[in-house]
Structure formats: C-alpha cells, structure tokens
C-alpha cells in the first residue's frame, strides 16, 4: 500500500536499507564452564523481559546466582518499540531515560474525508532500544548476573523437580533451580493449556521502515497511533476491496521534517533513502501456559501481549519485579521453597485470577475485532476513543480489573454510533458467549 516516487531509484521497492543495528559493548561477567556450582536462576533469552527480570532477581535477592543464556548476549534488538510515556515513567529504576524521542500527542485518522484526526492528549515516545538494552546489561553485570553465549536446546528436570538442567548448542549443560525461559513467542519448553476454551491466536503483522524523505504531511508535535484512511487506494480497486475486508492502518513516527519511521501500510511522499527496515509477526490472545509447570515464562512465551492491541513491552518490564519477588520469596528465604511449590508460586504471581479474568474480556475485545471491516472498524475506534481517559488509557495498557471493563464494555455500547451498535449486537455474539463461559470456568 505504497503510493510514491523516489529520486534515484524506479521503485520505492528497490530502495535497501543502508544500516543495521550494531552490537552493544559491555563489560559482561560470563559464565565459567569449569564451575560446576548450580544456578539459582538460568534465564533462556536476552530480550527486554529476560534481561528486566534478570535485574530485578540479582537487585532484590543479592546472594542469587543469576544467568542468562542467549546466542548473542550483546546483539542489538531488531524491532523498534513504541510506548505511553506516562506507562513507561512508572516503572522506575530509571527507564524513564531511554525514551529518546516524545511526542505530545498521539493522533488518529478514521477515513478519507477531510475531518482532522482525533487528537489524544497522551504523550507517547519511542523507546532507545540500545540505551535499554545497554542500562539493563550495565545493570545484570554490577549485581553478579552471568551470562552465556549459546542457543539452549533442552530442558531436563528431575523426579521431584527440584533441580533442571539446560543443553547448550556448545554442548555444555547448566544446571539451575529454576528455568525461565524468555525466549519469546512458540518457545519449545513451555507447554499451553488445550485450545478447546480459547480460540487460536491472532496475528498483527507489520512491516516498518525508517525513511529519509524530501518532505512528510505529518506534524512534527505529534505520532500518528492508527491511520485508517484510505483514499490512496483508489486507483487499486481490488487492493481497496482487500483493505475494505481486512483493513490496516498506518503507525508513523516523524522524527523531523525529512525523517520518519512508518509502519505498515500507506505513505505518499517522494523517498530517498530506507535507512532501517523490520518486520514483525505478533501473536495475539490463544491459549495461556499450563500453569504451574516446571520451566516458568515471561515476555511473549508467558502469553503476555494484549490480545487486543498487541503491546507487551512495558507490561513485560513492569511484570519482571512481581515475577523476581515471588521467585526471591521462595529461593531466597530460609524455608528454601523448591520444587511444585515454588512453581505455584511463581505462575500464580505471574497469572493471578484478576489477571487471568481480564485477559478474557481483551481475548473478547481481539475476537470483536476479527469480526469488522474497515468502516466497522473505524466506527469502533471513534467510539472507543470517546470513552473516559482512564477507560482507554487503563485498557490499552492491561491495568483495569474485570468490574471496570465490564464498564468499559457498557459504555462503548453507549458511545457507540448506530452503525457500531448493529455491529456489535450482529457480530459479537459468539464472543461474548465464549468469554461469559470462560469467566464461570476461571471464577469456579
């Protein structure tokens, strides 16, 4: 969905990018193979979640032997991450500093006609992901995290589940009393409930490049959260017949006049040069863990993202010091709670009942979106943009209980257009259904 021309080049397609991510630089403490000493604490992955919650272990229980196990412990990130600034400042532990770029407003555009966007007085930014990334490493080495550049491959563990043991693509083996495994989405070593109660996952898929351009329409104050329209389109009737049954939308990052970060689906100007390009395929709701199982999740491989908008970032590093707590509780107390019990503990910190409750009604909310078109989906979101503040701001960022968003459910119904209330009365049946029954099953 790219209307435009380019200077130099026929296409905007045989533009390239001209940079990748370097690999960071820290002085980190690896792991000695000839020490034989058990782990307390072996994380698989250095992603945001892995190496938040490998922080947030050593900086609560200092005599705990942390490690963390990755092919690349020092490679950049490839994604660019995107947050609420007022999300992001609550975390603490001064994160705050790797938001490089804010914008005071977030902007959404509903269709083609010429009415201005709807204006959220929500300062949003984009995340540093190398001055996270380095904070976070900076942090794990001065608390005595350990590190080790190898692919786990399996995960063994005892009879009573007291000790695991992790096989490296090195062929070397790591024992520890717990596992975590924040390797991301489709992890081998957890194991989901069936999908019988919960449907299969959906996807958001995205396509961003950070371009150089001659000029951009977008205003500099201000990042462009969703752009539905679709005017570009009409000379492609079939690929608007396409975009009319499965819409997408335009995220946009202008960081200056000429350089801009976009995500997706449209962009009309005259481009020079594709500086950075990512692509990345997000799943959204299914099934949850089994929980407790032995090898514990976080990030996306513990069903983390929000199954309606697909964020997971600043909740996964908000998760990480509930989740080193509980871990801390147990492994770091005089009582040495191991095995199924610690497990529970864990899990249960992770997915309390209250969370387990919420996740149904955005399982809900995903499932209704499946169901829309473009111009349903545009009525929904002017519905669901007029709501309260604290309504759209605790929804998109997973911090309402079941009772607000059962509120929040009544009053978009309320705000709602004629055209949205027939979509919701025709197409959400089945999905309240489904969640309704899997309330009474969470709640009994």
């Known amino acids: 969905m790219l209307a435009l021309a380019s200077t130099t080049h026929s296409t905007f397609l045989d533009l390239k990018p001209e940079t990748k991510p370097e690999p960071l630089t820290a002085d980190l403490r690896w792991h000695d193979p000839s020490d034989r000493a058990e782990y307390d604490v072996a994380i698989i992955g250095c992603g945001p979640a892995g190496l938040r919650l490998a922080e947030q272990v050593s900086a609560r229980w200092s005599a705990a032997r942390?490690?963390?196990?990755?092919?690349?412990?020092?490679?950049?990130?490839?994604?660019?991450?995107?947050?609420?600034?007022?999300?992001?400042?609550?975390?603490?532990?001064?994160?705050?500093?790797?938001?490089?770029?804010?914008?005071p407003y977030a902007s959404v555009y509903f269709d083609g006609r010429d009415a201005p966007p709807k204006r959220l007085a929500r300062p949003y930014a984009r995340v540093s992901r190398g001055a996270l990334k380095a904070l976070l490493l900076e942090n794990c080495a001065s608390q005595g995290v350990r590190f080790h550049a190898a692919r786990a491959w399996k995960v063994l563990h005892d009879e009573e589940g007291l000790r695991s043991t992790v096989s490296c693509s090195d062929g070397r083996e790591v024992r520890a009393r717990l596992v975590v495994d924040a390797s991301g989405f489709g992890s081998p070593f957890i194991g989901y409930d069936a999908p019988q109660r919960t449907p299969r996952a959906g996807y958001q898929i995205a396509h961003g490049v950070l371009v150089e351009v001659e000029a951009h329409p977008f205003a500099l104050d201000e990042m462009v959260l969703m752009d539905w329209r679709d005017a570009h389109l009409g000379c492609e009737p079939d690929m608007r017949a396409r975009n009319d049954a499965h819409p997408t939308f335009l995220y946009a990052m202008p960081f200056d006049e000429k350089l801009i970060f976009l995500e997706e689906t449209s962009l009309v100007s005259r481009v020079k040069r594709v500086l950075e390009e990512e692509k990345c395929v997000i799943p959204m709701g299914g099934p949850l863990p089994r929980m407790p199982q032995s090898v514990l999740g976080i990030g996306g491989s513990a069903g983390l993202v929000h199954p309606s908008t697909g964020y997971m970032v600043s909740r996964a590093l908000a998760m990480a010091p509930i989740v080193a707590e509980a871990i801390g509780e147990c492994l770091g107390s005089t009582r040495m709670i191991r095995g199924r019990r610690l497990h529970e503990r864990v899990w249960g910190g992770l997915w309390t009942k209250e969370r387990r409750l919420a996740r149904e009604f955005y399982c809900f909310g995903m499932e209704t979106l499946l169901e829309l078109d473009l111009e349903g989906t545009r009525r929904f979101f002017e519905a669901f943009f007029e709501l309260e503040e604290e309504q759209w701001h605790g929804f998109l960022s997973s911090r309402l209980t079941i009772g607000e968003l059962a509120w929040l459910g009544l009053s978009l119904f309320g705000k709602a257009s004629g055209g949205c209330k027939v979509d919701m009365v025709t197409k959400c049946p089945l999905p309240l259904v489904r969640m309704a029954g899997n309330l009474v099953s969470e709640v009994l």
């Open 66 to 103: 942390t490690l963390c196990i990755d092919p690349s412990p020092l490679s950049a990130w490839p994604n660019n991450y995107g947050a609420w600034v007022d999300e992001f400042a609550s975390l603490g532990s001064g994160l705050e500093s790797c938001l490089d770029v804010t914008w």
